[in-house]
């Protein structure tokens, strides 16, 4: 999942893949288990057969919810059928009879699952809802049929031990090494009985992941803020009350809803003037999964961080961190610390001096009170104001969000890759809110097929994130169908969506991991589109950020909703000089939410249940992060990436691929910027590979040498000597 410049900016989520979920291409790699009865699963089930859509996309318009719980069992019977056929072939193994029939397996339950994750995201009710619970522990169980059956297992490391002899083309030799590699991560050099243990603790982790993500989403919506005082939203636009009443409306209650983001900080702190208001937001945002009710995550993720420092000691690792990043960029959890803890005192410290301004705001004003989280955004917004004469309202109105769309994000594309882009009305989708859009490629083939999903719904899983529906494969004849999912919000009926410079940016950034899996060109799906570590696939879409703010790019798209006039530019270069503004407590909320992670997956082996509020407090005191008014961008109780995702022991990626966005984007700014030649060569040496080489590797022959955190220091406004261009 997936996530900005500013760290506040895009709920990534690239991904966001629940842990139940995951995109066509990837399910070899993520997915599995149980034979399960598919008994009413036939012809007249959508998923029977590959859709006759263009590029397969799914047929929405035919799905019904009671289609997908069959289909996914069905899937599911049908690819352990193709595996254990693999397993039993009598042949000596080869690379086709072994490898590549594991790539041709699974094709029914690809096509269900990608539906299902797509849908149960961004649009799930209960009846889905109910469904994942059930199938929550048969699909891990699924994945631990292939991952750990001896047979198989025997034939994939015959063919690794003799790669060497056997004149496999590179992307072929990538593919034994690196299956191989992830049959012996998932534990398949386990005795049988450890495997029989390692099956037990992976299906009550995935049933209780699933838990997680079942009572985040209704606590989410439960902590909204209602009103039915009108003053109590001072300081909010009229626009922006209409969406508050008409979400009221919607839930059938009196007066004003203000639902909450995933986010600790709430998007609507920066504009109300009423504090107590802003108190009350931030208490139910903070509070929303520890009230003592059916939601409260407490119990569930004590007993999940319990069960994967259960599986780390069986597999051999110090730690669930330790396991999880063997086979990330950091390799251990000592190199992605040790690159964290660098950047805190600098982080802590800008953040210091940006409350000291925020804070003399507030005496200047005889406010009477020390600054508490809920103060930051409404008081740091007068100090940005003051020190840069900008104010929300006037940037707003500049930022329609299909205009950004097109003639932004779109023309972003177009500039340096030369795609154009067609909507298509003749597609089905999953909800009404969703639009779909064709790419074609500079020579004018047919590339993609785009599905973007920007509105906030209460239910859609908090964040941002990309997926695919179908993903790219030589071998398999299929090109991308891709899409992003967001939450910004809704305008009122017959308003215009003007969205916030940060949703810009969170635009850009969700279609960078787009273009990732658009632009794949590999023979294997395994190896496919966004299939790379966690630590380098928020790369793409962080690197993609920066068009947002590039002259060029931006002059096409700030235009104004009502006159087209473009920003002026007095204005413009407002905005611009002011991207580093606050950014020590961007740096400061995003590295305790990173490290606070990093601590729970490196409990050692035999600790006994936490406390999770006591564990929060006691990591953050280790990490020097306890600072009063930066809450972590997540705290632990309703951390959706770690906990319901798969950024277990990962979320420190996203610091370390701001690493690579900046460093990367800097090599662009060091051979002549924006240009065709370089954004082709980008694509060609990166964006088209997938996973079908060493990351570190493909990185460095691209850039020319290893990334460090210069450029990133720079664009992060943490380190005052400029880069010369």
Not at 88 to 98: A, G, L, S, V, Y
Not at 100 to 115: K, N, P, Q, Y
Not at 225 to 253: C, H, N, W
Not at 303 to 308: E, F, G, N
Request: hydrophobic share 40%; proline share 5%.
């Amino acid at each position: 999942m997936m996530h900005s410049t500013s760290p506040r900016t895009a709920t990534t989520i690239l991904f966001f893949l629940s842990s139940l979920i995951t995109a066509g291409t990837l399910a070899l790699a993520s997915i599995s288990p149980a034979l399960a009865a598919a008994s009413d699963f036939g012809p007249a089930n959508p998923f029977y057969a590959p859709s006759t859509l263009p590029f397969q996309a799914p047929p929405f318009d035919k799905l019904k919810d009671e289609d997908f719980q069959p289909a996914i069992e069905a899937g599911m019977a049908q690819q352990q059928a193709e595996i254990q056929a693999i397993a039993d072939n009598p042949d000596t193994p080869t690379f086709d009879n072994t490898f590549v029939a594991m790539e041709r397996s699974g094709l029914l339950f690809d096509r269900v699952m990608a539906a299902f994750g797509g849908v149960t995201g961004a649009n799930t009710n209960d009846t889905l809802q109910k469904v994942k619970t059930i199938e929550a522990p048969k699909l891990a169980a699924h994945q631990d049929f292939i991952y750990l059956n001896t047979k198989l297992f025997a034939r994939v490391a015959a063919i690794y031990k003799q790669r060497a002899t056997l004149k496999l083309d590179p992307e072929s030799l990538r593919l034994v090494e690196y299956v191989y590699d992830k049959f012996v991560h998932a534990g398949a050099n386990l005795s049988e009985a450890d495997k029989t243990e390692l099956k037990k603790i992976n299906e009550e982790a995935s049933s209780l992941s699933n838990t997680f993500t079942t009572k985040l989403l209704a606590a989410t919506r439960e902590g909204a803020f209602v009103t039915t005082d009108k003053t109590a939203l001072a300081g909010l636009s009229e626009a922006r009350i209409a969406a508050a009443a008409q979400a009221a409306k919607s839930r059938k209650v009196e007066g004003f809803v203000i639902p909450l983001q995933n986010t600790t900080q709430q998007p609507d702190l920066v504009s109300l003037r009423d504090r107590a208001t802003r108190q009350a937001i931030f208490e139910h945002s903070w509070n929303r999964t520890e009230r003592g009710d059916a939601n409260d995550t407490r119990d569930t993720i004590a007993r999940l961080a319990q069960l994967r420092a259960q599986k780390a000691k069986l597999l051999g690792f110090p730690s669930f961190a330790a396991w999880k990043l063997e086979d990330q960029m950091a390799k251990t959890p000592a190199a992605a610390l040790q690159f964290m803890d660098a950047i805190v005192p600098t982080a802590t410290a800008k953040a210091a001096r940006e409350a000291k301004d925020i804070q003399s705001v507030i005496n200047a004003q005889k406010g009477g009170f020390q600054v508490q989280p809920y103060d930051w955004d409404f008081y740091s917004e007068q100090v940005r104001k003051a020190r840069y004469d900008l104010d929300e309202s006037q940037v707003k109105p500049y930022f329609e969000l299909n205009n950004v769309l097109e003639n932004g994000v779109f023309y972003a594309a177009n500039q340096l890759y030369g795609l154009t882009f067609k909507e298509r009305h003749d597609l089905p989708v999953y909800q009404p809110d969703v639009r779909v859009f064709e790419v074609f490629d500079a020579n004018g083939k047919h590339l993609a097929l785009f599905y973007c999903d920007y509105f906030k719904r209460d239910n859609k899983n908090g964040g941002a994130w990309m997926s695919s529906f179908v993903g790219q494969s030589r071998l398999l004849g299929t090109q991308p169908v891709v899409y992003n999912v967001a939450n910004l919000p809704k305008p009122a009926e017959g308003e215009p969506a003007l969205i916030s410079f940060d949703g810009v940016v969170t635009m850009f950034h969700e279609f960078g991991h787009a273009l990732h899996g658009m632009f794949s060109d590999a023979e294997y799906p395994t190896l496919s589109g966004t299939a790379t570590a966690r630590d380098f696939v928020e790369f793409p879409s962080q690197f993609n950020e920066h068009w947002a703010r590039y002259p060029l790019i931006f002059k096409h798209y700030a235009k104004h909703y009502k006159t087209r006039a473009p920003m002026p530019e007095e204005l413009a270069a407002r905005l611009l000089k002011a991207a580093t503004f606050n950014k020590g407590y961007d740096m400061t909320e995003l590295l305790a939410a990173a490290e606070l992670d990093m601590q729970w997956h490196s409990l050692p082996l035999d600790a006994p249940l936490q406390k999770p509020d006591q564990f929060e407090q006691q990591a953050l005191d280790k990490t020097h992060l306890n600072v009063s008014y930066v809450p972590p961008r997540y705290r632990t109780s309703y951390f959706s990436h770690i906990w319901g995702g798969g950024y277990s022991a990962g979320y420190y990626a996203y610091i370390w691929t701001e690493m690579l966005a900046d460093d990367g984007y800097q090599w662009f700014v060091e051979h002549g910027e924006l240009s065709r030649a370089n954004g082709d060569r980008f694509r060609q040496m990166v964006l088209s590979r997938g996973n079908t080489e060493d990351l570190a590797k493909m990185y460095e022959a691209w850039r020319g040498a290893p990334p460090n955190t210069k450029a990133m220091l720079k664009y992060r406004g943490l380190e005052e000597s400029p880069l010369a261009k």
